[in-house]
């Protein structure tokens, strides 16, 4: 009898565990392949977990309400038709030892060719998969049926989640074979060169334990409080961080918005708000300085090629989310301004899906929100920087004109940079920070 365990899957970066909300089948159970399993609920976000595999359930490990690490076995199912092989399992199929892609599959009997096949089969057998990816059974007799070798199924672009193949997939590159079109390898998945190892972290000092006494009131932490605050004291621990403060004089900016507000809301559907702005001369600024928009691999740096910026997004329960706008400096104005809106609705309905939340290469938090003037923001590892942004006030303040020197009423807003001061220094830090004040005081959409 083989069965394939079901783990707990990896929902975005940095995240370590994911807690079980709702278990959508029970012992006993005959799923399909794409059947909901659980509802899992992480720091970043909410998801349905899909199955890999048909099947039928024989054990369920973790109880609703369980918090459960990554790569956890949290149920195990017994696969359809595939008696006497040996024990698989999905999403950490690179935790086990690969199967060879040379390795054939399990003898069957032959089946009779016909006259009319309409392609011949190759003699390459097609396996479970590599250390790189894992098919289902479903898939694999699919692959066998339309001849398909081993390497063009390796090389087959898949949709399911961290790539994998789905029926659907395999159905859909067969069909276009038939029809002559061509379809798009999948990409090879890229690693940076070997990192030499980060420099050893100080234990954590020792904790004094918090008196409780009468009257005071003991709130366990929810799963994603707990998760936030472990994240925020790794940032910490991580990267040295330092803060750069400006202020911006934004009053281009402001009349812009006033006098078309009215007939983009109209012409887009969504409120034109100061944040689209912000995130399209933060993009246009991570051109102009690429070293920000990288991450650490111990003694190596990673320059990102792709822009994608995170947008943190309050939700009711007081916790913190961050939809990331991927490719933000491809997009225009209007396209910010509805990704801006549609990520912080969806966030808010817990609606995000796992591809939303993780990729993200510089990150903005909006202080300006809660009437603050700046605040010293946290970095969202592995990004190398943040950007607060504060309120923007009426003040008055002292302008040069060819006449002389008059005092005259602006509008002001402090942004504050928070970054990794391994890779980041002052001077560097202090131009970005300064060119992106540059884009919004001379806004001129």
């Known amino acids: 009898m083989a069965k394939f365990e079901i783990k707990m899957p990896k929902l975005g970066e940095s995240i370590t565990e994911g807690t079980i909300i709702s278990w959508s089948i029970k012992v006993g159970d005959t799923i399909n392949e794409d059947d909901i399993l659980f509802e899992v609920n992480t720091a970043k976000v909410s998801a349905e977990i899909p199955s890999p595999v048909s099947g039928k359930i024989l054990e369920i490990l973790f109880k609703e309400g369980d918090t459960v690490s990554v790569g956890t076995v949290v149920a195990i199912v017994e696969l359809e038709g595939e008696e006497g092989e040996e024990e698989v399992s999905t999403e950490s199929a690179k935790q086990e030892e690969p199967t060879p892609a040379s390795a054939p599959a399990p003898a069957k009997a032959e089946e009779k060719a016909t006259p009319a096949a309409p392609a011949k089969v190759s003699e390459e057998k097609v396996s479970k998969g590599t250390a790189d990816r894992w098919y289902s059974p479903v898939v694999l007799q699919k692959a066998k049926d339309a001849g398909i070798s081993q390497s063009e199924l390796d090389s087959v672009p898949g949709t399911g989640y961290e790539g994998r193949l789905s029926k659907r997939d395999i159905e859909l590159y067969i069909d276009n074979k038939k029809k002559g079109v061509s379809t798009k390898p999948a990409p090879a998945a890229k690693t940076s060169t070997p990192a030499a190892p980060a420099p050893s972290q100080e234990s954590a000092p020792k904790v004094a334990p918090v008196q409780v006494t009468e009257g005071d009131q003991v709130i366990p932490m929810d799963a994603i409080r707990r998760i ?104 225009s104005l209007s396209g910010l301004a509805v990704s ?43 990004e190398v920087a943040i950007l607060g ?27 504050s940079l928070s970054y990794d001061h391994r890779v980041v220094d002052g001077m560097l830090g202090g131009n970005f920070l300064y060119r992106i004040a540059e884009y919004l005081e001379n806004w001129n959409a």
Request: proline share 5%; no cysteine.
């Open 228 to 331: 936030i605050a472990d994240r925020m004291v790794a940032s910490k621990k991580i990267s040295p961080h330092v803060t750069n403060v400006i202020e911006v004089d934004v009053t281009k900016l402001v009349h812009w918005r006033e006098q078309n507000k009215d007939t983009f809301k109209k012409r887009e559907g969504v409120s034109l708000t100061y944040m689209s702005p912000i995130v399209e001369a933060t993009a246009k600024a991570l051109k102009d300085f690429p070293r920000i928009n990288s991450s650490v691999d111990g003694y190596n740096i990673i320059e990102k090629k792709r822009i994608n910026i995170g947008v943190a997004v309050s939700l009711n329960d007081g916790n913190l989310i961050v939809p990331v706008i991927k490719d933000a400096d491809k997009l």
């Open 340 to 382: 801006v809106n549609n990520m912080a609705n969806k966030a808010r309905a817990n609606k995000l899906s796992p591809d939303e939340i993780q990729g993200g290469t510089f990150t903005i938090t909006n202080f300006g929100s809660f009437k603050s003037l700046f605040g010293t923001p946290i970095i969202n590892q592995p």
């Open 389 to 415: 942004v504060g309120i923007i006030e009426k003040k008055p303040v002292v302008v040069e004109t060819p006449e002389g020197d008059v005092i005259a009423i602006r509008h002001k807003m402090y942004l």
